[in-house]
């Protein structure tokens, strides 16, 4: 059974994005190194270092599908159809697009809440993992419990206000195990375990 991982970027102050969804330096470290890379877009390629790189690669090996948030789907217009990771995106929405400029890519959008957009994404992934988004539909799922681990890409930025890592949750305390640590150039990667009882 694949995992369940939640990750994003995150400034020292929690954030994954300024308060109008842009990244500003958050996103710097991709491009601030000399090891080239690529996920699931061959055309998007990011340059960091040696051990971002590792690291990134290492962690997107495995990833299957995505489940994301209608903001972030429609910031992006959804990468114009081709996943950056993985080979299917499952957009939770209150309300599916009634147009979109690429209609045949591997996007569903779910209009049932996060548990349903986990579990198809799940069915889609069979044995490998899917990625979460951070942010409110992160710290949804987070709060319904089912994240296995946590990926935060620690950025040396204070953003002051804007989309905190976990979003709106607000439940019981979670534990998460010791964090396997990799140090790259301006960003501190933290993987987690959540703690099971």
Avoid at 16 to 31: K, R
Avoid at 69 to 88: I, K
Avoid at 129 to 134: H, K, R, T, W
Wanted: proline share 6%.
């Amino acid at each position: 059974m694949g995992k369940v991982i939640v990750g994003a970027s995150m400034s020292l102050d929690g954030y994954i994005a300024d308060p109008s969804g842009g990244v500003g330096p958050l996103f710097d470290w991709y491009g601030n190194g000399d090891v080239e890379f690529t996920g699931a877009d061959p055309d998007r390629v990011f340059r960091t270092s040696a051990a971002s790189a590792d690291y990134t690669r290492a962690v997107w090996a495995n990833i299957r599908a995505s489940v994301i948030g209608r903001r972030l789907f429609d910031l992006t217009n959804g990468w114009n159809g081709r996943p950056p990771v993985g080979e299917a995106v499952f957009v939770v929405t209150h309300q599916a697009p009634t147009s979109w400029n690429v209609p045949e890519a591997p996007f569903t959008f779910v209009t049932d809440g996060v548990r349903s957009a986990v579990a198809q994404a799940k069915a889609f992934a069979g044995d490998r993992d899917i990625s979460v988004n951070a942010g409110n539909i992160g710290g949804q799922a987070f709060e319904a419990g089912l994240v296995d681990e946590v990926s935060v890409s620690l950025v040396p930025v204070v953003l002051g206000a804007g989309v905190r890592f976990f979003g709106d949750y607000a439940a019981s305390p979670l534990l998460l195990e010791n964090p396997q640590v990799v140090q790259g150039d301006r960003v501190t990667h933290l993987h987690y375990r959540l703690r099971r009882p």
